[in-house]
Nanobody, 119 residues
Framework: QVQVVESGGGSVQAGGSLRLSCAAS????????VDWIRQAPGKERELVAS???????NVADSVKGRFTISRDNDKNTLDLQMTGLKPEDTAVYYC?????????????WGQGTQVTVSS
């Protein structure tokens, strides 16, 4: 059974930092591309940061220089270090794992963790 569990969300003041973690089990984690995706109330989902199975990382322009994504394939974990948080970073953050298998996307989502940044 596949499980994807996020942790580390919370409430901080603007300028503060948080570290989100995602732990996956029941899959060969190293084969998956992994992402952090956020959704703010009334807004579309936004890809915040991604890291491929080949360890190529990208972050959205909106968080560049403030957020860092990393993965540990030995521990099956994905982290998002967030610094310089702004009120507009307030959202539910989801851990997402995906890979193509025989032309089909196999993906898994965590339950989400709330990040609230106050001004």
């Amino acid at each position: 059974q596949v499980q994807v569990v996020e942790s580390g969300g919370g409430s901080v003041q603007a300028g503060g930092s948080l570290r989100l973690s995602c732990a996956a089990s029941g899959i060969i984690f190293s084969l998956y591309n992994v992402d952090w995706i956020r959704q703010a109330p009334g807004k579309e989902r936004e890809l915040v940061a991604s890291i491929t199975s080949r360890d190529i990382a990208n972050v959205a322009d909106s968080v560049k220089g403030r957020f860092t994504i990393s993965r540990d394939n030995d521990k099956n974990t994905l982290d998002l270090q967030m610094t310089g948080l702004k009120p507009e970073d307030t959202a539910v953050y989801y851990c997402h794992l995906g890979r193509m298998i025989l032309g089909h996307l196999r993906e898994y989502w965590g339950q989400g963790t709330q990040v609230t940044v106050s001004s």
